[in-house]
Every structure is written in C-alpha cells, then in structure tokens.
C-alpha cells in the first residue's frame, strides 16, 4: 500500500479551510485542518506532517510566523504560503524563512495538488541527503 | 512501503550497510538535481509569460488594475527568488550575490507599489491665505488649489481654513482607528457588495463614535470662532473634505466624499468626524480599489468655510468631456445651492459658451426649475419649492454665463488642464469659486459618424440624452430604485436609473453602460463613469420608465441612441479599449515597476558584463540564472560521479563502450564478474529505454548531400578538439546508473551528448523522465532543425520541450508507469536514429519528412497518441 501525503492545513477562514480540506481528502491526501497558528505548531510537535499549508492573514499569530515556529520544530517540513492578497515584501518574507512556494488565493486546486506533490519530493530528497 | 521508505526506516533502524547508504545518497542527488533543474528550467519560462502578460498590458491590450499589478509583481518575486535558489542548489552556492543584487530590486519594486507617506508634521489648523498648492500634502488638493484660486488668481473664494492631515493622521491613530480600518479592509472580497455594505458601515460607526483628542477638539473650535469673528454671526459655514490624491492627475474622486452644509457650532465635531468617516463610503471604497489608491496614502483635510448664500450656483466646465459640445465651455446652473446640480440629480438650466474670446453663446437650454435648496435656519439644508412664476426663468443671464466661461477658462490657463469648477452667485452679482479641479477629458481617436439606419435593423428605444461618458457597450438592462436593487444588480449589465445618484457609482465596476433621465454631464455621477471608462447616457427623460429589467440593449452614448438588442455594426466600430486612462495612477504605476522587471542589460553571455552585478531586472536575474544553468548541465568536463571500481562495463551489440552501476536491485542477482549483459539490467525504466534504442537496427550515417558533408569538413577545421567518429570526444565517458525504479544515463554518441534519467515509483506523482540533449556536427541551421525533429516527435507523446541554440530538454511526468514506459521506448528509439542526422537537414521539409519516418516506425512498437 502506498502511503498517503499528510498534509497540515491552516486558516482561520472556517468555510475556505473546511472545504479545501475534504477536496484534498478525496484527493488521497491526509488532512488534519487547524485554525490557527498555535494549534498548528501544537500539532506538529505532536505528528509528523510531510506538508503544510498556511494562510498568511491570520488574526494572532500571522502565518509568517507560524511558518517561522515551524520550521524551528520540524525542518523537513515544505511549506505553502496562501494569501488573499498580493504582497511583493511577505512574499520574498516567506521565501526567506523556508517557505516552498508562496500562492494567491483563490488557488486552482490542481496546480495545489502539483505544487503539493512537488514539496513532498523535495521533502524526500532532503530527508534522504540527511539535512 | 515504497522503496524510498524502506530506505529510510531501515537507516533509522542503523540497518544499512555504508555502501548501501552512499549509494542511497548518490541516488538522491540525482533526484535532488533533477528538482532544482526542473524548477530552473521550468519557472523560466513561467516568468517570461508574466513579464510578457504585464508588457501587454501597458500596451492597451490587456485591461488591469492594482491587484493585477501586484499579483503579478508578488508571483514574479517569488518565481525568481526560487529561481536563484535552484541555481545555487547546482552550483553549490556559487551564486549567492544574485540574493543581494534580488534584495535590492524588489526593494525598488515593493516601493512603487506600497509608497508609504511620510507621517506629516506641522500645524493642525492651516488658514486659506497661508496655503499654496505646494501643501497638498497638508492640506489635500482641493483646498490647496481654492488657496491658489484665491491668493494667486485673486478670484473670489468663501473665507475658511483646513484641518490638516496632520490632525487626521493624529485623530486615527490616538484611538488605534486606523489599526482597526486596516484589519477590515484587508478581509474585503472582489465583488461582494453587501461584504462591501457591511464594512463600510462598521467603519463608518466606528470613526464617528470615535471621542476627539481634547487638544484637537479645542483647536478646532478655537479656529471656527475665529471664522466667525471674521464672516459675522449669521453667517452659515460648511465642511467639504479635501483628502489627499483626491483630484490629482486622473483621479476626481468626483462625489465620493461628504460636505456638510451650513453645519450648527454644536454639530461641528460631529461634522469633522463624518467628513473623515465618509471616506469608508461605499462609493469611495469602490473608487479607491478600482483606481488603486492604497488606504494609507488617502489622508482626509476637511475645509471649514463660509457657506455662500447663493441666487444661483452650479457646476463649470471649462471643456466638454463628452461629444455633445465641441469647443464649449459648459455651464449647469439653478436656483440656490449648488449642491443640486452637483448632484446631478434636479433639472437645472444649460448654457454652452465658446471657449475662444469673445465667447458667444452657442447653446442654451432652460429647464423648469421647480425646486431650490437653501439653508435651513439652524443647520443643515431643505429643499424649497421655487414660486410659479421664477421657474422658467434663466437662473443666469447671458452675460453672467459669458463672464463665467471666462472665469472658467482663467482657471484652465492656470491650472494647466481643463477645469471642473463649483461656483456659486451671490445677490451682488459676484461669482465666488468653491472648487476647482482637473477635469479629465478622455482620449478619442476623432468624432464618429452615424451608420446609414439602413444598416441597422434594430428598434431605436432612445433617440435622445446626453453623452455624459462617451462609449458603446451592450448588455441587460438593470433597473435600480433602492438600496436592494444594488445588491442584486448583476455583472455586465445596464445601470438604468430616473435619477443619476452619486450612491450608484459603487455599481459602476459591474456595469457596462449607464442609461438615466435626468441628470447632467456636470454631475458626479458622470465624472465617475467617465473615470471608470464606462459609457453613460443621461438625460433622456424617459428611459426608465420605457425600457424594462431584462432587455437587451445596445448604448451609443457617443450619438446619444439606445437600440434593442445587439447592434453588431456599432459594437465593432468602436475602439474603446478598457485599459485605463493613460495618466491614471494605475497605469504610472505599472510603468514604473516594468522599468525594474522587463529591459534586458544582459544580452552577451559570452561578454565581460555577464555578471550578477550588471543584472538591474528580473529579466536580466533570469536571463543569467539560465545561462548558468545550461552550463552546468552540459558541462563537458564534469567526471563520472562514481569510481570505476565499482562498476562494471557492458556487453551488448551496440557499438560503443558503457559503464554500468548498480544501486539496488537493477541488475539480475546471479549476474557476476566484472561485465555486465544488457539482459541482465532489469531495472524497468532502464529496459524500456533500451528496447526503443534496439527497435531497429541501426543501418549506418545516412547518405548525405554536399552540402551536409561540407559543413561537417568546416566545423572541424574550426575546432581543432573535434574528429569525425571519435567516440570518447572530451574525455568523460558513457556510464548508466541502474536501481529498481531509477537510471540515469549519460552518452556522447559522435558528437552528441545526451542524457536520459528517469524514476518510476510506487506514486504518480513522483515519476518523472528528464532528457536532455547538444551538440552535434552540422552548422547551427540544422542543429537547431534536429532539435526541431526530435521535438516534434517528443511531443506527440506529450513531453514538455524547451529548446536553445543546440540544446534541447525535455521532460515527462506524472504520468502512470505504463504511459511513462512507453516515453522511454520513444526517447530510446530518438537517441540512437537521430545520430547524425542533422547533417541531412538542409531544409524544413525534411525535417517533416523524417519526423513523419519516425513516427512510422515509432508506430511498430508503441502506439502513436493522435
């Protein structure tokens, strides 16, 4: 049996988040949706997640941050920034704290899907080489 | 469990053996490799795109705004940062100066795009005389250019002064209002009015419940009673916002923020505070996004000024905006308080006078003019029936219109640009000036004529207006009456109205066209729609109650018609584009950023300024970065990455001498000693590629023409490292890497080098088959024809091809195994047949020639995708 992708979805956007995480599902992927960033640090030290997905617009802890405290827990874990709204500065942020890819809402679920599978290969590669 | 995580929870068990674990790395330096290029190679192409998408768009062919530009902008930054990243994972982070030379233009990028104000000291309180209109940033445009009106032109202007940004700035931040205007803007969603309704509304309660400082409340009322002590007791003063941006250059803002007339001395805090909040108004909101102001740049002066008590007062422009009235200046004008005309919502008289001295007057229209508005006694302002017997006439004579086109046309003189001025008359017969601002005069390429009616069949269901906005469109009509009306008014529809109320401009991003029966070109209605480039016919007198929701109508605002159904023939004459004005904030803003992101400086790799120093764009970021990368992929020099030892050489009937490795479950068990029979490779990507490769057998170079051969004989003059048929050319040799789901192959054939790497797993997702390919005999011409052969038939087999000079990549993913399989077979086949090939290639048509061969070969054992 093949093992699934285990995904860590973030937003406070209950609908957005909600909805996101089935269609993901139905996709094969395993999804455990938080909604915000303490939960999703409280879940990874818990869990090992191959991929996580972060809104950056979040009320508290921003997703920046969350992917900063992240990546301090887990370093192999590959990050998906997703924001609403365009910024040239959080982007090159986000890229600079390890982020994967930095993508503007609404996402095209099946270029999502590609760029999930991408960071998982980078993930493996990595794992593998020992970083 | 994949072979991958078997790998990795036995070496988390302390199970493997070195050997074993060294070949795991070397493996997944491949796999590591082949990302990094893959996304190198891959997001090149992407970025161009959007760099090409962005350069259409300044061109007029694409229509944009903001959030285009900084969508784009963000995708750009991140594709490129990621860009840098790759090339530094191939070069073991040689190219760590292309960050800082990335750092440093984004940093001029992000600037164009967010270009935070300085926070504005100085006085609170800015009295008219003291202002000029180098103080804009203080006191906002519209009071800095009455200042000039007054203090340069010597006109007549009502006495006041400004609360400036420096109180706004300070009143939003005291109660973290502006904090919290942020949080709510940021959550606003495209197209979502009664989201939109909502906000506002929040926003609005929240800014005037909001207490004053008590230092700017008493400096306020300090400076108000000076106005008083200066204008008399009886005086009625009003307050008119005056906010930053708010008409500049291409941006009126017509009517999207409050005035407040004849405001009483006890709701005159209350008045500031509604002033600033009308500037989270639907309306305004909707303008500010659509024009691409940020929040932050807009900061709201209010104006604190005499109210003139007004025998008649209207709107001026100094030029027609619209096709009605070339040459004119016109003039709205009523009974009372300008404000209904500035609506554009009551009848109001028309004059038209030439713009040329002595000024004639060309057109005049009096309307019944049954209601005036006026001061009420203690505050605010009504609405008073006019006397029977005054409703007919003019509101001004003929010379009063011609003595304030003249003043109008002083005030375009001095402003440099056609003028949008409010004025009022007093009962001396003095014109006073309340407002002057640019009036933008959209661009048309000459007049239009009317189509011969024979050459349209449809119902004219108008045949009169004006053209408040020049344009054509098409679409449903939507009748709007009521607040409810706008949150069902559909995208692409028709705005029809009775009344052209300010409120509907929050409509104008999902109209096409706007049709009413009043209303003036003065009004603000039509400032907007003129702005937004949206066609507006007004005055019709009978639209709205002749054309029902629902009927598909065609506006020709230009002639002032309106026609059932689609007229074709019109819609396809015009050649309105819907890019934004030329001068428009949004349009210099794309300008400014292109010039960081598209010139290309770095046009010589093989020049001395190819460096990452002298990349001053993205484009040349790029353009080096892919340079780099062609360069380490093909590189010649590179050694086999594996010592010899540990491979074995390989026995088969191809002519030429190959190393093989063994990862892992690639080659048969029992297989032994220090060669190797082809049939013994199992690994299943491997034996694909080898049985395209044997298909058929390989007859020899194939018989040239003159011309093949001598640019074979020219060539190796010219490179004295080249030798026709030398097999190990350049020293490196052929070696393939096998394992269970993985081999790479890397080969010179004559003068070609090639190599294939491919992973079939356990999961879609991670399959890929990765070739890349340069060199050759022939001239450039037919290298780069032999690209397009092996291109042509990669394709067909849904292989992603890029293609330079005499390189050429291509890659296939994702696919299931069987699909990728049959990939392989087909690169096998390409890689032997091409040998050589180039040197026939004299001319396109046999580039299909032969494509056609191979596919009919290709066809025996494979079956072809149509």
């Not at chain 1, 979805?9 to 957005?16: K, R």
Request: a negative charge; charged letters at 25%; hydrophobic letters at 40%.
């Amino acid at each position: 049996m093949t093992e699934r992708i285990r995904l860590l979805l973030v937003d406070d956007e209950e609908a957005f988040r909600t909805t996101l995480a089935s269609r993901l599902r139905r996709r094969a992927f395993d999804v455990l949706d938080v909604e915000s960033g303490y939960r999703a640090l409280e879940a990874v030290k818990r869990t090992a997640f191959d991929v996580a997905i972060i809104d950056v617009k979040m009320p508290g802890m921003d997703g920046l941050e969350t992917l900063r405290e992240m990546k301090s827990i887990s370093a192999l874990i590959e990050v998906i920034m997703l924001t609403g709204h365009a910024s040239v500065e959080s982007g090159i942020e986000g890229m600079r704290l390890g982020a994967f890819d930095y993508v503007m809402k609404p996402c095209d679920i099946d270029a999502l899907v590609v760029k999930i599978g991408d960071a998982y290969q980078r993930k493996l590669a990595r794992e593998v080489s020992g970083e | 469990m994949s072979y991958i995580k078997t790998y990795l929870k036995r070496r988390a068990e302390g199970r493997l053996r070195k050997e074993e674990q060294e070949r795991n790395a070397l493996r997944m330096a491949f796999t590591r490799r082949y990302l990094s290029f893959k996304t190198l190679l891959g997001l090149n192409d992407e970025v161009l795109k959007i760099i090409s998408n962005m350069e259409e768009a300044i061109e007029g062919s694409v229509s944009f705004d903001m959030a285009f530009i900084r969508t784009k902008c963000t995708a750009l930054s991140v594709d490129v940062y990621k860009i840098i990243q790759s090339l530094n994972d191939i070069t073991d982070q040689r190219n760590q100066t292309l960050f800082s030379v990335f750092d440093e233009i984004s940093r001029r990028i992000d600037q164009e795009l967010t270009r935070k104000r300085e926070a504005q000291q100085g006085s609170w309180i800015l009295p008219l005389e003291a202002i000029d209109r180098n103080m804009t940033d203080q006191a906002g445009n519209k009071m800095a250019s009455l200042a000039e009106t007054r203090n340069r032109l010597g006109l007549a202007v009502p006495e006041g002064f400004v609360i400036s940004s420096a109180a706004y700035e300070f009143f939003m931040a005291e109660g973290k209002l502006q904090d919290e205007v942020n949080r709510q803007l940021q959550q606003l969603e495209v197209g979502n009015i009664a989201q939109l309704h909502e906000v506002s509304a929040d926003l609005q309660k929240l800014i005037v419940e909001a207490p004053l400082p008590a230092e700017l409340e008493r400096t306020i009322i300090s400076a108000y009673q000076d106005l008083i002590r200066n204008v008399g007791e009886g005086a009625c003063i009003c307050l008119r916002s005056s906010a930053l941006g708010e008409d500049s250059r291409g941006a009126s803002f017509a009517g999207q923020y409050r005035s407040i007339l004849n405001v009483s001395p006890e709701s005159l805090l209350l008045g500031y505070k509604e002033v600033v909040a009308s500037k989270y108004s639907v309306p305004a909101i909707t303008y500010r996004l659509r024009m691409g102001f940020l929040d932050e740049d807009i900061a709201m002066c209010v104006g604190c000024m005499r109210l003139i008590q007004a025998e008649a007062a209207g709107v001026v422009y100094s030029a027609d905006p619209g096709a009605s009235f070339p040459g004119g200046v016109v003039i709205n004008s009523a009974f009372g308080l300008g404000k209904a005309v500035v609506d554009g919502t009551f009848s109001s008289d028309l004059y038209v006078v030439s713009r040329k001295d002595p000024g004639q007057l060309l057109e005049k229209d009096i309307r019944s003019k049954t209601t005036r508005i006026a001061c009420h006694s203690r505050e605010g302002v009504v609405v008073e029936h006019v006397d029977e017997a005054k409703r007919e006439a003019p509101s001004l004579s003929d010379e009063q219109a011609r003595r304030l086109a003249k003043i109008a046309m002083r005030l375009e003189e001095h402003f440099g640009g056609a003028q949008d001025v409010e004025w009022a008359l007093d009962n001396e017969g003095t014109f006073w000036i309340v407002q002057t601002r640019p009036l933008a005069l959209p661009a048309r390429s000459g007049s239009r004529q009317d189509l011969p009616s024979r050459l349209i069949d449809n119902t004219t269901l108008i045949e009169k207006g004006i053209t408040a906005s020049p344009g054509v469109a098409y679409g449903p009509a939507f009748r709007v009456e009521t607040a409810v009306d706008m949150l069902q008014f559909p995208t692409g529809a028709v705005l029809l109205a009775r009344y052209p109320l300010p409120q509907w401009a929050a409509l104008l991003d999902k109209a096409v066209a706007v049709v009413t029966d009043e209303g003036t070109l003065t009004g603000h209605l039509a400032a907007v729609a003129r702005e937004f480039k949206i066609p507006a016919l007004m005055g019709t007198r009978v639209a709205s109650s002749t054309i029902g929701t629902g009927t598909l109508v065609t506006v020709d605002a230009d002639l002032q018609k309106v026609y059932a159904g689609k007229v074709e023939a019109i819609l396809a004459r015009s050649s309105e584009s819907a890019s934004p004005i030329k001068n428009s904030p949004v349009y210099h803003t794309l300008e400014n950023v292109l010039r960081y992101i598209a010139p290309l400086h770095l046009t010589d790799p093989d020049g001395p300024d190819f460096t990452p120093q002298d990349c001053q764009t993205l484009h040349d970021i790029i353009r080096y970065a892919h340079e780099i990368s062609l360069r380490e992929l093909f590189d010649e020099y590179q050694e086999t990455p594996f010592s010899h030892k540990m491979a074995r050489k390989l026995v088969s009937n191809v002519p030429m001498e190959w190393w093989v490795l063994d990862l892992g479950g690639g080659i048969r068990e029992k297989a032994d000693g220090d060669t190797v029979r082809v049939e013994d490779i199992i690994s299943p990507p491997f034996c694909a590629l080898w049985e395209g490769l044997t298909a058929f057998p390989w007859k020899g170079p194939p018989p040239i023409d003159a011309g093949g051969f001598l640019s074979i004989v020219i060539e190796s003059t010219m490179d004295p490292n080249l030798e026709l048929g030398r097999e190990s050319a350049m020293g490196g040799q052929n070696y393939v890497i096998v394992s269970q789901d993985f081999f790479h192959l890397s080969t010179k054939l004559g003068f070609h080098y090639s190599t294939v790497e491919a992973f079939l797993g356990e999961r879609v997702t991670e399959n890929y088959v990765w070739f890349y390919f340069k060199g050759g005999a022939a001239d450039r011409q037919r290298k780069e024809r032999r690209n397009d052969l092996i291109e042509t038939v990669l394709r067909r087999f849904h292989f992603w091809v890029q293609t330079k000079g005499d390189t050429l990549s291509a890659r296939l993913e994702r696919q299931e195994n069987e699909y990728m399989t049959k990939g392989l077979k087909v690169l096998g086949y390409l890689i032997l047949h091409t040998r050589q090939l180039d040197m026939v290639l004299s001319d396109p048509a046999r580039v299909t020639w032969y494509a056609e061969e191979m596919l009919g070969e290709v066809s025996t054992f494979v079956e072809v995708p149509d």
